[in-house]
């Protein structure tokens, strides 16, 4: 069977697998005139949405929020079906910034962003910005960024709904994390010292997960309140510098740049692991990491001499599930995904009509995506 072949396989198999998201695209309204510019991870189980809002009437320009997670094929594929996208796996950041810039000259009317780097590209253009009307925003550490701009249109928040941030930051993202390290090292936790840096509610899925897969698992957390919070859930908290000695896999889930810098890579334990579970591949300093020899020891994990040492680096210090692995399940993404759908549907609905500013996108809009389908 060919490559294409198989892609098509897996997108059926995944359309399949996706019933409410597909009910959310059904519900869309008319999308003709909306110029719908996209910075989100190109994945497979993106495709279903982009081929809905084609569908719809809407016009596309998708570039990537993180090139490690990019599938070449998916790109190729949502070209074909009309979408202008200027992104592929390991784009270099001078491209990335390019695609960007791109992006906006295509004189966008919405915005749908994971990480705000459109929203903040075009606060530096000033004056000569082009008319957005409104936007989505699906990261927290986009969240985060966007409260230090000033914005001229709403932006909608959808990181902090109940659904998004119980089940994708609190179960999914921990949960295939892990599935996806034993795939690509061939080991598991049984015997390992996890240290999870980081108590929000992806660090506490990481940490739930990495226990229950036999791991031995430490919390390094600098907000007081939220390593009281680790400590009363009865995990062992320590600070980051006495902690990272003994771990034998440390997984950064901060949001923070630089959380892991190199003063704690140069006191780490011979044969310890480096995972990342943040947005952007940032949280750990890779400059310092690999400015020591390293080879690739497996497809997506590299090894790292210091001195007497090994240090293994894992996807690169990006993304680790989606970049070295599949991300969410289908059928969690299933959830999300819907949610998505009709975040965009709000935005050219009673969305457009909000001031200015960053809002949570409101409870009527999504949680008809959580009705099972056949109850729908």
């Given at each position: ?155 909608f928040n959808w990181d902090d709904l109940p659904v998004k ?37 992806v660090g506490r899925g990481v940490a739930d997960a990495a ?166």
């Amino acid at each position: 069977m060919s490559a294409n072949q198989n892609f098509r396989r897996e997108l059926d198999w995944a359309r399949a697998q996706m019933p409410r998201a597909q009910r959310a695209l059904a519900a869309l309204p008319d999308l003709a005139g909306m110029r719908l510019a996209a910075s989100m991870h190109l994945d497979l189980k993106i495709v279903p949405l982009v081929e809905g809002l084609l569908a719809r009437g809407a016009q596309i320009f998708l570039t990537t929020c993180n090139a490690e997670t990019v599938r070449d094929e998916v790109v190729s594929h949502l070209r074909a079906q009309g979408a202008e996208a200027e992104a592929w796996r390991g784009m270099p950041s001078d491209a990335y910034a390019a695609a960007v810039e791109h992006a906006l000259d295509w004189e966008p009317t919405h915005l749908c962003e994971m990480g705000a780097d459109l929203t903040a590209a075009l606060q530096l253009r000033g004056a000569s910005r082009p008319h957005i009307r409104a936007s989505l925003e699906a990261t927290g550490s986009g969240i985060t960024r966007l409260a230090d701009l000033t914005l001229s249109y709403p932006v909608f928040n959808w990181d902090d709904l109940p659904v998004k941030e119980g089940l994708h930051n609190r179960h999914i993202v921990g949960l295939t994390t892990w599935h996806t390290f034993f795939e690509r090292t061939r080991l598991t936790l049984h015997g390992k010292r996890v240290l999870v840096v980081g108590y929000g509610s992806v660090g506490r899925g990481v940490a739930d997960a990495a226990r229950a897969f036999g791991g031995t698992v430490c919390i390094a957390e600098r907000d007081a309140a939220r390593a009281m919070e680790a400590a009363y859930a009865g995990w062992e908290v320590r600070p980051l510098e006495a902690a990272i000695t003994e771990a034998d896999v440390i997984v950064t889930a901060t949001g923070v740049r630089g959380v892991l810098g190199a003063e704690h890579i140069l006191r780490l334990r011979d044969g310890a692991f480096l995972l990342n579970v943040g947005h952007r591949a940032n949280e750990i300093d890779l400059a310092a990491l690999l400015a020591f020899p390293h080879t690739e020891a497996l497809p997506f994990v590299e090894a790292v001499q210091i001195g007497a040492k090994t240090i293994y680096l894992f996807a690169g210090g990006s993304m680790a599930n989606l970049t070295a692995g599949h991300g969410d399940s289908l059928n969690a993404f299933d959830v999300t995904l819907a949610i998505l759908t009709a975040g965009i549907g709000h935005l050219v609905g009673a969305g457009a009509q909000a001031r200015p500013g960053i809002h949570t996108l409101p409870r009527e809009v999504w949680a008809p995506c959580l009705i099972p389908v056949n109850e729908g």
